[in-house]
């Protein structure tokens, strides 16, 4: 199944999204995506982060603010165990997937980082 389909099937059948088992602080990280709207958007970037940056070591989703503006965004932070050559393609690959997916206003609302071990 496709990320995109894997996506829509979440938002046909609501359940608990991938991205919350990863959040430093569950119930904030909920209200701060409805809010913002941005709740399909993320589980995108989780699953997209799961295909492309894999094998994980270790996956956390934040709440952040900008020291500059005040402003809140959320931080996916991944752990991979590819290889440092390999996984500059990988987030390449992922970026434009991201891209393809998930429309800019909602994409300003978080960053993907990544470490590789």
Same mark, same amino acid.
């Given at each position: 199944?496709?990320?995109?389909?894997q996506? *829509?099937?979440?938002r046909?059948n609501p359940?608990?999204p991938?991205?919350?088992?990863?959040?430093?602080?569950?119930?904030k990280?909920?209200?701060?995506?409805?809010?913002?709207? @941005?709740?399909?958007?993320?589980?995108?970037a989780?699953l997209?982060?799961?295909?492309?940056?894999?094998p994980i070591?270790?996956?956390?989703v934040?709440i952040? @603010?900008?020291p500059?503006h005040?402003?809140?965004f @959320?931080?996916?932070?991944?752990?991979?165990?590819?290889t440092?050559d390999?996984?500059? *393609?990988?987030f390449?690959?992922l970026?434009? *997937?991201?891209?393809?997916?998930?429309?800019r206003e909602?994409?300003?609302?978080?960053? /993907?980082y990544y470490t /590789?071990t």
């Amino acid at each position: 199944m496709q990320v995109a389909d894997q996506a *829509e099937s979440k938002r046909a059948n609501p359940r608990t999204p991938t991205w919350l088992q990863y959040a430093a602080d569950p119930a904030k990280m909920v209200s701060f995506c409805n809010s913002a709207g @941005i709740g399909d958007a993320l589980e995108t970037a989780v699953l997209l982060v799961q295909k492309h940056l894999c094998p994980i070591s270790q996956l956390a989703v934040s709440i952040r @603010i900008d020291p500059e503006h005040g402003d809140q965004f @959320i931080v996916i932070h991944v752990t991979t165990r590819l290889t440092s050559d390999a996984a500059p *393609e990988a987030f390449e690959n992922l970026t434009r *997937e991201l891209v393809t997916l998930v429309e800019r206003e909602k994409r300003k609302q978080f960053s /993907v980082y990544y470490t /590789v071990t």
